[in-house]
T-cell receptor, first 113, second 116 residues
Framework: DTEVTQTPKHLVMGMTNKKSLKCEQHMGHRAMYWYKQKAKKPPELMFVYSYEKLSINESVPSRFSPECPNSSLLNLHLHALQPEDSALYLC????????????FGEGSRLTVL | AQTVTQSQPEMSVQEAETVTLSCTYD???????LFWYKQPPSRQMILVIR??????QNATENRFSVNFQKAAKSFSLKISDSQLGDAAMYFC?????????????FGQGTTLQVKP
């Protein structure tokens, strides 16, 4: 299994809603990432988890709350988002200590109304 | 700080022809990795090719090859025998070699159109 699976693929939410994005991988990777990508732009790193511990937070607003409940799962909890947060959210993973490529999921397209 | 520059926002190529996408980077480190990722409209980022900085030989994957010029800090991607399925946005990316969970630094991307 060489997949990173993200759900949902599409999400529309209001600014007062609370929702979550989910990411799952079964490749034994212990590093997992959240990226935000605007249209026609490169992905921007948000968070990195290493061995289920948050190792990098790129000064992301607190309305985005990551969670890594176990080595296969990564969640991104969303609350009180703004319309400018509408974007494609990509999850990625790789082996800790492996300086090769990241494996990406297909992304969750988020629209904030 | 490391930077990656892709100077061609858009490129087009005729099917079956060859196209080269440019990428330059800036770093003071000697240990690093370079990647080309492809992102079709389906959204998923797919690794096309990777190059370790310590390797002098240019990486090749089927129709995809790179021209890695370390001194010039240049890392171009050549796509031979272009196919309609190659149409996508291509990102050049850099990663520090010493970083276990280091970030990928992406260029701004090049949108490749393949004409039938």
């Amino acid at each position: 299994d060489t997949e990173v699976t993200q759900t949902p693929k599409h999400l529309v939410m209001g600014m007062t809603n609370k929702k979550s994005l989910k990411c799952e991988q079964h490749m034994g990777h212990r590093a997992m990432y959240w990226y935000k990508q605007k249209a026609k732009k490169p992905p921007e790193l948000m968070f990195v988890y290493s061995y289920e511990k948050l190792s990098i937070n790129e000064s992301v607003p607190s309305r985005f709350s990551p969670e890594c409940p176990n080595s296969s799962l990564l969640n991104l909890h969303l609350h009180a988002l703004q319309p400018e947060d509408s974007a494609l959210y990509l999850c990625a993973s790789n082996l800790v200590g492996y300086t090769g490529e990241l494996f990406f999921g297909e992304g969750s397209r988020l629209t904030v109304l | 700080a490391q930077t990656v520059t892709q100077s061609q926002p858009e490129m087009s190529v005729q099917e079956a022809e060859t196209v080269t996408l440019s990428c330059t980077y800036d770093t003071s480190e000697s240990d690093y990795y370079l990647f080309w990722y492809k992102q079709p409209p389906s959204r998923q980022m797919i690794l096309v090719i990777r190059q370790e900085a310590y390797k002098q030989q240019n990486a090749t994957e089927n129709r995809f090859s790179v021209n890695f010029q370390k001194a010039a800090k240049s890392f171009s991607l050549k796509i031979s025998d272009s196919q309609l399925g190659d149409a996508a946005m291509y990102f050049c990316a850099y990663r520090r070699g010493s970083s276990n969970t280091g970030k990928l630094i992406f260029g701004q991307g090049t949108t490749l159109q393949v004409k039938p």
